[in-house]
């Protein structure tokens, strides 16, 4: 049987559910929106409002559009209403037992053929399934924010769900203008899984004093392109959402790397939960001021490693006299690695100070534990001069970008060996649910899967951490020779 979606109900219209209802009313199709009381529901009405008026300001809708949009949405705060819905979303706060009461709800009040989806962005959809008579008719939609933009949709099914309803979800999804990405029923899904690790593990490294918020944030955004950095993003999505989301993913996988950051505790108990209370790892108040323009003073400055030849001759055209290790005032050792055993060998080891290079619009600035705070500052100042934004930290395995990039890449490798989803769909739920510039495949390719391995092996030997091992299959592809995961039969 297919089934034929015309007339949809949405529970819950706050930020989530508002949008919700708004790409499914554009659509064509009926919605009722369902508050918990009068005033929320006035507040979704006007969040309703509110994102189709400026679609209108901007010209991306006529008045009547936006009319005729309004005009397919209902609004009350009575579940019964949904009687004869054809499918019901909830996007109803992130707490297990709101949802099983819900369902319970909905599955009494709906029709038989109805069916019952969950916008969780990583709570189990098979433990709310299993409060209804019909956990065959129930799905995970995921929608990202803001869901009229955003181009995602993961459709998750689990067990017990019929087979070819997903397939009938991901093609509503594509009617509604989305993507849909069908995964099974794993905490956090895909884009939550990697992500949130991702900018746990950022709030580690920041906890660990590898470097300064706003140094990875500046990694992250320059040196890999992503549209913003780590510690900005975790107060976009909201720290008290983050640690949720990370305490569901902990209680399944056990990995430490999904523990939360205790920072990220610390902050939400103190109610710093990020943009919304106006505060998080940022805060409103701070004063920001350019970043310091002046010539360094440095009398003379000796470039070691590879590509010092390049960097020497750009520092030579900015004026600096450039001398041997043993004369120049600052010793700049091109690496990738901890360049401490380097700086043991020299007869004043305060004068030396780690660069790598990343792209071409920053460079990771590596102080020892004897580099002078003179010598990291002048080198700061030189990378200034060469048109690059310096990220300083501290002298550990892959610095800050490889080290937070390359976990991720791993985490995919092992994801997609799992078989829990396709190489594509892994690349385009990061692309679309997170607007990240390549999937995570895309950037092995580009970086090349020797490169990763091996740089997985060096935070494994750093940090010990067991998830930091590359995994099995890449470790595989390199040694049999493949240059992409894609060229697997
Ligand atoms: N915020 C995001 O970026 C995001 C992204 C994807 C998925 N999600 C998921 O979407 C869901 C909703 O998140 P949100 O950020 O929109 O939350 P929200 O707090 O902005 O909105 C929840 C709304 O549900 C209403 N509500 C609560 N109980 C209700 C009930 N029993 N009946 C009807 N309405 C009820 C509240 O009044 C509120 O307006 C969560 O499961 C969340 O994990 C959130």
Redesign the pocket.
């Known amino acids: 049987m297919t089934r034929s979606f015309e007339k949809v109900g949405v529970?819950?219209?706050?930020?989530?559910?508002a949008g919700i209802a708004e790409v499914f009313a554009r659509a064509g199709l009926g919605v009722t929106g369902?508050?918990?009381d009068p005033a929320?529901l006035e507040?979704?009405r006007g969040h309703l409002e509110g994102s189709t008026g400026r679609a209108l300001a901007k010209g991306r809708l006529t008045e009547a559009e936006r009319a005729e949009i309004l005009g397919r949405v209902t609004f009350t705060t009575s579940l019964e209403d949904l009687a004869d819905a054809d499918l019901v979303i909830e996007?109803?706060?992130?707490v297990m037992d709101?949802k099983r009461a819900?369902f319970t709800d909905l599955d009494r009040i709906c029709k038989p053929s109805a069916v019952l989806a969950t916008?969780?962005?990583?709570l189990s959809v098979t433990e709310i399934a299993a409060t209804t008579a019909r956990p065959g008719q129930v799905v995970g939609m995921?929608?990202?924010?803001p869901a009229p933009v955003m181009k995602l949709v993961e459709v998750i099914h689990t067990v017990t769900t019929e087979d070819g309803l997903a397939e009938e979800v991901a093609a509503l999804a594509r009617r509604l203008g989305k993507t849909p990405v069908s995964v099974g029923d794993r905490a956090g899904f895909v884009v939550n899984r990697l992500l949130l690790t991702y900018l746990n593990h950022a709030a580690v490294l920041l906890e660990n004093g590898l470097a300064a918020r706003d140094d990875i944030d500046a990694a992250m955004k320059l040196g890999v392109g992503l549209p913003m950095g780590p510690f900005t993003l975790l107060d976009l999505?909201?720290l008290d959402?983050s640690y949720e989301v990370l305490c569901v993913l902990f209680q399944e996988s056990r990995d430490r790397r999904h523990a939360p950051a205790p920072i990220l505790r610390e902050l939400v108990t103190a109610g710093l939960l990020g943009r919304k209370t106006g505060g998080g790892f940022h805060r409103e108040e701070e004063p920001g001021g350019p970043p310091p323009t002046a010539k360094p003073s440095v009398g003379s400055v000796a470039v070691l490693g590879e590509g010092a030849e390049e960097l020497a001759a750009k520092l030579a055209d900015a004026g600096f006299k450039t001398a041997s290790a043993e004369a120049a005032d600052v010793v700049v050792a091109l690496s990738r690695n901890p360049v401490i055993e380097l700086a043991a060998g020299l007869p004043r080891p305060e004068r030396l100070v780690g660069l790598h290079l990343v792209g071409d619009r920053i460079a990771e600035v590596a102080s020892t534990a004897l580099t002078s705070s003179e010598a990291a500052r002048a080198v700061e100042g030189l990378v200034r001069i060469v048109g690059r934004t310096p990220v300083r930290c501290k002298d550990r395995a892959e610095f800050v970008v490889d080290a937070l990039l390359y976990p991720y890449l791993n985490d995919a490798v092992r994801m997609y060996d799992s078989g829990y989803a396709a190489i594509e769909d892994i690349d385009s739920a990061m692309k679309l649910g997170c607007g990240y510039p390549s999937g995570p495949f895309e950037m092995l390719d580009e970086l090349g899967l020797e490169t990763v391995r091996d740089g997985l092996r060096a935070l494994y030997a750093e940090y010990r951490e067991p998830s930091f091992a590359p995994a099995p299959l890449l470790d595989q592809l390199v040694t049999a020779g493949v240059r992409s995961i894609r060229d697997l039969p």
């Not at 529970?11 to 559910?17: E, I, N, R, S, Y």
């Open positions: 529970v819950g219209l706050g930020t989530m559910g369902v508050e918990a929320a507040r979704g996007a109803i706060p992130e709101f819900l916008n969780t962005s990583s995921h929608f990202f924010n999505i909201g959402t």
